[in-house]
């Protein structure tokens, strides 16, 4: 079955720390999103791409990076730079516009 | 600009019909979404409008769209307790993205 994969499902990090969130989808999918949801605000655009090899900048890119080297794949990376990046984070992926397929999230916690 | 506005709370009791509702800003929206999350998920896409339509039924739900008043709404019919839920409003921006409103929590009383 097609899908998009999140992993891992919980995660921790220490302070000043780097740690990179997997987002793996295999329904062909051009398109890939990284949202971050913190309580009662919704969901918050991080970066976003539509083909392998370019991304762009959403809302709250600050203290985040990506890469996008293989279409199936689309990793965030938490930097040390973030200095609140205790949150629920969501990747999606779709095609042109017709909606977006979510992963199951991962949460990110700051010990 | 675009922003998405919902109510954040909803009570119902079960049997009864839910109606959800949702404002948008963008005029040029292609498409308008409803998505359902459950606690400690993803996002699951319920239901879309085109936005050439007034209204479009899918089961028990729904979807009424005033594209004068830039307003959306979801009514669920005979809700159960498996609906409980946070719901998502979406509208379609440039370049194929989504802006999401903050949600609305659904809980459905016995």
């Known amino acids: 079955d097609g899908g998009i994969t999140q992993s891992p499902k919980y995660l921790f990090r220490k302070e000043g720390q780097n740690v990179t969130l997997s987002c793996e989808q295999n329904l062909n999918h051009d398109a890939m999103y990284w949202y971050r949801q913190d309580p009662g605000q919704g969901l918050r655009l991080i970066y976003y791409s539509q083909i392998v090899n370019d991304f762009q900048k959403g809302d709250i890119a600050e203290g985040y990076s990506v890469s996008r080297e293989k279409k199936e794949s689309f990793p965030l990376t938490v930097t040390s730079a973030q200095k609140n990046p205790t949150a629920f984070y969501l990747c999606?992926?779709?095609?042109?516009?017709?909606?977006?397929?979510f992963g199951s999230g991962t949460r990110l916690t700051v010990v | 600009g675009e922003d998405v506005e919902q109510s954040l709370f909803l009570s119902v009791r079960e049997g009864d019909s839910s109606v959800i509702n949702c404002t948008y800003t963008d005029s040029s929206s292609t498409y308008l979404y409803w998505y359902k999350q459950e606690p400690g998920a993803g996002l699951q896409l319920l239901t879309y409008?085109?936005?050439?339509?007034d209204m479009k039924q899918d089961q028990r739900l729904t979807v009424l769209l005033n594209k004068k008043d830039k307003h959306l709404s979801l009514r669920i019919a005979d809700t159960q307790t498996g609906d409980s839920a946070i719901y998502f409003c979406?509208?379609?921006?440039?370049?194929?993205?989504?802006?999401f409103g903050a949600g609305t929590t659904v809980t459905v009383r016995a």
């Open positions: 979406a509208e379609s921006i440039r370049d194929y993205k989504l802006s």
């Open positions: 409008i085109f936005s050439n339509m």
């Open positions: 999606a992926s779709s095609r042109t516009d017709y909606g977006y397929t």
